[in-house]
């Protein structure tokens, strides 16, 4: 990634512009349905007290419009088999579950009347009320208007008065279902991915700060919120030696205090791996959410120094912590690169290939596809890494992120901030509908005599947790034939000699055999 071209810095959204927006909200006429029950009353039930001909309370001073008193803290869809696995996504006329301070039934839940737009009067709105009648004690729910966007939510007082806002909270078009249920994979194909990590989310990434709304915190959150970007990837450091002064705990308390997860990473080279771990682990101590390797064509042929970075980082960092690739997503046009390495036991929990389908040169559909074919073997999630730089179509880019929808990925980003458009940001904000004309892909590489690279090395290794006398050399000879339909003909599957989707789980549902990588990889 570091090697990407020309640079548009999008427009900063000044904070004089934000105080504006802010003060138009407040000279704002009172919502005509502010007047409801429950909208009017304060925490303590009383009445707020009617404002004096100049606006002014009893001792002179002017009334906040801003309440702190009630607030919103937490959001869930609800009732389960009306959701997806994100408790903020939700179908136009869905419920939402809400928990809070000095809520009450018959308070009015503002939503976005355009995507990320702010709440105002005019916006869609609807009445809080008893999930159950009668049981005050089952929370508050709310009905999800049918001209709702998605954005952050707010309880509208009256008076001109508002809360602070929650979210996002993302308004699907569409039906939502519960995400089907997840095969356990045994304890060597085990992925270590935890739920909710920062990859479960649209993330941007981010190469130069200064170059990003020119660097201002303000603007950035402004606008990664109004496109519904909950994490960003900046980059910590470039080698052993050079890490970079943007990313700082100063920077990611920064973020924290905007409502936004942020994560580093980091672009290796394989030459001196140890002071490489060195400088990830110092992004994880400065309070990075997640680590990512940008590992590209400077690894191939280094899998004794991939194992070197991932055996000292993890070290540093831990096991458990959520630890990111993003590479190259065709592996078979990269036998020498080290994935069975980098995704491999105790290595990365979550998979970004860089499936930047214009540069590529094929279709949206396509690289999905490929993509997928070919890193599922790995048994990590896969979070696809798309692209806005490039000049590309608004088309692409929404069918981009509805397709990860349709492979289940719970999350998907791109590349980049500073080259990203107005086009390009109103794209990501835009409500996702389903594709029906995509059916995801299913398969599995295919493997016979004479395939070579490290789909064949991941392949021998779990065969050799079958087979002690397998060799794990990268090359399908005669040997790996041999042993392939051995294993083929024990687990009543045809001995073709040929790997495929029927052998592919059997040979998963093994551990990898250990390799100490002692050279540039497995042809040495």
Request: with cysteine; charged share 10%.
């Amino acid at each position: 990634m570091a090697s990407t071209g020309a640079h548009k810095q999008t427009r900063s959204v000044a904070a004089a512009a934000v105080l504006a927006l802010l003060c138009l909200l407040v000279a704002l006429p009172a919502p005509a349905f502010a007047a409801n029950a429950g909208g009017t009353q304060a925490v303590g039930g009383a009445s707020a007290p009617a404002s004096s001909g100049g606006g002014s309370s009893a001792t002179g001073k002017a009334a906040s419009p801003h309440v702190t008193s009630v607030r919103i803290t937490s959001v869930s869809c609800v009732p389960i088999a009306h959701c997806s696995g994100n408790s903020h996504q939700v179908s136009t006329h869905g419920t939402l579950l809400l928990g809070g301070v000095g809520l009450t039934p018959g308070m009015v839940v503002g939503f976005p009347k355009a995507p990320g737009a702010r709440i105002s009067s005019i916006s869609p709105a609807a009445h809080l009320r008893y999930a159950i009648a009668s049981r005050p004690g089952d929370g508050l729910i709310v009905t999800v208007p049918k001209d709702a966007h998605s954005g952050h939510i707010m309880i509208l007082l009256s008076g001109r008065r508002y809360t602070s806002s929650y979210g996002p909270i993302y308004v699907y078009n569409h039906a939502l279902h519960p995400p089907p249920p997840k095969v356990l994979p045994t304890a060597s194909t085990s992925s270590g991915a935890v739920a909710g990590s920062p990859f479960e989310a649209q993330g941007m990434w981010i190469w130069y700060l200064s170059k990003s709304d020119g660097g201002s915190i303000t603007s950035i959150a402004a606008q990664a919120h109004a496109a519904g970007v909950t994490t960003l990837f900046v980059k910590s450091s470039d080698g052993s030696t050079n890490y970079w002064s943007q990313f700082s705990a100063q920077l990611v308390a920064e973020l924290h205090a905007n409502g936004l997860k942020v994560c580093a990473w980091q672009f290796v080279y394989g030459t001196e791996p140890v002071g490489e771990a060195a400088l990830g682990a110092e992004a994880v101590a400065d309070g990075a959410d997640c680590l990512v390797i940008d590992a590209e064509g400077e690894y191939e042929g280094h899998y004794a120094a991939a194992q070197t970075y991932i055996t000292d980082l993890r070290a540093k960092i831990g096991t458990t912590y959520p630890l990111g690739l993003a590479s190259f997503p065709y592996v078979f046009d990269h036998p020498s690169f080290p994935y069975s390495v980098f995704l491999g036991p105790d290595g990365a929990q979550y998979n970004a290939p860089q499936m930047y389908w214009k540069d590529i040169g094929q279709s949206v559909d396509t690289v999905y596809a490929n993509t997928y074919i070919a890193n599922r073997i790995y048994g990590r999630p896969i979070f696809p890494l798309g692209q806005t730089y490039g000049g590309v179509s608004a088309t692409e880019l929404l069918r981009f992120r509805e397709e990860a929808v349709d492979y289940g990925s719970p999350g998907v980003s791109f590349w980049d901030w500073q080259e990203s458009g107005t086009t390009d940001w109103s794209t990501l904000a835009t409500p996702l509908a389903p594709l029906t004309s995509v059916t995801p892909n299913t398969e599995y590489p295919e493997l016979k005599k004479g395939s070579k690279g490290d789909q064949v090395l991941w392949m021998q290794e779990h065969l050799a947790s079958a087979i002690p006398t397998q060799e794990t050399t990268g090359v399908f000879g005669s040997q790996t034939l041999e042993n392939v339909e051995a294993f083929q003909t024990a687990h009543a599957i045809a001995a073709s000699g040929i790997v495929e989707a029927a052998t592919w789980p059997a040979l998963l549902a093994l551990p990898p055999v250990a390799v100490d990588w002692t050279g540039s990889g497995p042809s040495d």
